[in-house]
Nanobody
Framework: QVQLVESGGGTVQAGDSLRLSCAAS????????IGWFRQTPGAAREFVAT????????YYGDNVKGRFAVSRDVAKNTVYLQMASLRSEDTAVYYC????????????????WGRGTQVTVSS
């Protein structure tokens, strides 16, 4: 079992950048593909990005492709989501998840979830 903790959220202006972190407080973090999802009130979770367990494969949702980049630091047991050129529509709670298949983009493919971090982009 792995416990995930997201951090780095906040309020920024449109066009700004922000970096989110997903760290494991317990468990074999390096054994898992890690996914990022986001959710706005009343909506389903939306796939953002995923990275394979050794970091050699990444996959992005169409809404963030070219603006967001996912990476992982195995030594620090942390996965990062670097977000650039932020837009108001990127406002959401961002979650990281573990236990999905390589390149998994569906919420139901992931077993472990963090509690999320709020990102608010003001225009």
């Amino acid at each position: 079992q792995v416990q995930l903790v997201e951090s780095g959220g906040g309020t920024v202006q449109a066009g700004d950048s922000l970096r989110l972190s997903c760290a494991a407080s317990r468990g074999a973090f390096s054994s898992y593909t890690i996914g990022w999802f986001r959710q706005t009130p009343g909506a389903a979770r939306e796939f953002v990005a995923t990275i394979t367990r050794n970091g050699d494969g990444v996959y992005y949702g169409d809404n963030v492709k070219g603006r967001f980049a996912v990476s992982r630091d195995v030594a620090k047991n942390t996965v990062y989501l670097q977000m650039a050129s932020l837009r108001s529509e990127d406002t959401a709670v961002y979650y990281c998840a573990a236990g999905g298949p390589p390149y998994g983009a569906r919420e139901d493919e992931y077993r472990y979830w963090g509690r999320g971090t709020q990102v608010t982009v003001s225009s």
